[in-house]
């Protein structure tokens, strides 16, 4: 894992901590990630409504996540880090998906979550984010999938439809 370059200024700093709000503030003149350009495929709606674990601990950057999600048609869950992710698969049986942030406080990152996920929860799919981390797929366990932030919705619903289909062949 490696950070990713980025440049300094106040504008990189306030665009790395600005909230990215979707559809739930009607004044907001555009919504990062959410692109009219560039819907995502109708074809990418889960057939049988799949449940989506967000795990991010950015409070803003999750709400957006999960609204991304439920547009999508998905169900979605939150966990503001690994230890409640852990107790939340713990707890459920119908999680299918896991999308992560890498970058999180706590006992464990988003990287040794989609490890302590994919040997206690084989089936369940991981899909991992950062602003600040390269990760290539050897880094995530088997399968894993790996989305740069900012993301589009498009991006990261084609994502979690391809592995939602895959997981029920």
């Not at 994919?118 to 991981?126: E, F, G, L, Y």
Request: hydrophobic content about 45%; overall charge negative.
């Amino acid at each position: 894992m490696q950070p990713m370059r980025t440049t300094s200024g106040p504008f990189n700093t306030m665009f790395s901590s600005m909230a990215f709000s979707s559809h739930r503030s009607p004044n907001a003149p555009f919504a990062p990630g959410i692109d009219a350009d560039e819907p995502f495929s109708a074809g990418a709606t889960p057939l049988d409504t799949a449940v989506v674990l967000v795990v991010e601990d950015d409070p803003l950057l999750r709400m957006n996540a999960v609204d991304m999600i439920e547009e999508a048609g998905f169900r979605a869950i939150e966990a503001p880090d690994a230890d409640t992710a852990i107790r939340l698969l713990e707890s459920r049986n119908d999680i299918r998906l896991i999308f992560t942030d890498i970058d999180m406080p706590g006992s464990m990152d988003g990287l040794a979550l989609a490890h302590a996920v994919a040997n206690r929860w084989p089936p369940v799919r991981i899909v991992a984010t950062s602003g600040h981390f390269r990760v290539s797929e050897t880094d995530l366990p088997s399968g894993g999938r790996f989305i740069p932030k900012p993301y589009r919705q498009h991006q990261l619903v084609d994502m979690l439809a391809g592995l939602s289909t895959a997981a029920r062949l």
